[in-house]
């Protein structure tokens, strides 16, 4: 777990998305939530960045390299079978051969941007994204043990979609971000200008970070969030299949810059609609699910 600190250059009362997000942090106790206008004063960063409000919290923090590691190999332990085979078209059309051919009960389909595809879901985009790893051990900037995050009021961003985003990966690397552009592809360098104006955001608000030295695994990555218009799908398939029975297929994709977050939330979700199959029962969308609760 590690403490993460959230900027801003306005009274956070001012910005009505973030501050509807502060008083849900705080109502639900996040561990470590504490708001403090002063919070600037304890970092090491540049102090005439314009902050003039901050709050902080725990966040759990996770070296996605060793994770995805450890999950295969979790799972290989379990007895897993690990197939690696791309499947096209709607998946509902395929379902029965599916289930038949991997002797199986239900489908988990977690695609991510293959939504588009295998659920048929137009509202599936890509938004791009990319990190620069620096090491951090103290020697050429001031070592960042806490996740530092300025969230500028959206109507001033850059078209870049740019925040500055400041994160310990483990206890030597420093990722710095963040760039949200949508429906662009992977072919973004170093020397991107988006990458270099993202570069000099983090540089102004740490001191000496221009000096950095990359990561020498890995200086530069890119990537493609998973986003979908509403929300998140974590719902069984409401189509029923051609011969009108009940899809055994659970969607959970969609989950944009957030599926590391996510993924304990959905797994749980996924295991109790999983359940709902099993048991027999119809399944119902998760609009009607949110109503109910509303209600
Ligand atoms: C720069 C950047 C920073 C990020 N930072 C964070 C962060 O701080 N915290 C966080 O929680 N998340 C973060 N994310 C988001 C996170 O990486 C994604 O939400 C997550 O990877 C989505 O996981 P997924 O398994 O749903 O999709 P993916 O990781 O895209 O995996 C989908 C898989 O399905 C396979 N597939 C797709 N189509 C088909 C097909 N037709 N047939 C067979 N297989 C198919 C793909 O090959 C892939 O293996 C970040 C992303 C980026 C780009």
């Known amino acids: 777990m590690r ?36 919070l600037v004063q304890q970092h090491a960063v540049n102090q005439k960045a314009g902050v003039v409000d901050s709050y902080q919290h725990l966040s759990p923090a996770i070296d996605t390299d060793a994770y995805m590691n450890w999950l295969y190999t979790t799972l290989a332990s379990k007895g897993a079978q690990f197939v690696t085979e791309r499947i096209s078209g709607d998946l509902l059309e395929q379902e029965n051969a599916l289930l038949e051919r991997f002797d199986a009960h239900a489908i988990v389909h977690a695609t991510g941007l293959g939504g588009y595809e295998l659920a048929g879901d137009e509202s599936v985009y890509p938004l791009r994204g990319a990190l620069i790893r ?13 996740a530092l995050v300025v969230a500028h009021d959206v109507a001033k961003r850059d078209d870049d979609g740019g925040i500055v985003f400041i994160v310990p990966r483990n206890d030597q690397i420093l990722i710095l971000g963040g760039l949200a552009q949508p429906n662009m592809p992977l072919d973004l360098t170093i020397d991107s200008p988006e990458v270099r104006r993202m570069r000099d955001r983090c540089n102004k608000f740490v001191p000496g970070l221009e000096n950095a030295e990359y990561d020498p695994e890995a200086g530069f990555v890119q990537g493609l969030r998973p986003f979908r218009g509403e929300n998140v799908r974590v719902e069984r398939e409401l189509r029923q299949k051609t011969d009108g029975s009940m899809s055994r297929i659970i969607h959970s994709y969609g989950q944009g810059g957030a599926g590391f977050t996510l993924s304990f939330g959905c797994a749980s979700d996924i295991l109790s609609l999983l359940e709902e199959l099993e048991a027999g029962k119809a399944p119902s969308s998760m609009k009607k699910m949110a109503q109910h609760l509303e209600l």
Do not use: Q, W
């Open 3 to 38: 403490m993460a600190n959230f900027f801003f250059d306005h009274a956070i009362e001012e910005i009505p998305d973030e501050y509807e997000k502060m008083l849900e942090i705080e109502a639900v106790g996040i561990r470590g939530f504490k708001r403090d206008s002063t």
């Open 134 to 146: 620096v090491v951090n051990d103290g020697t050429r900037f001031p070592k960042v043990t806490e």
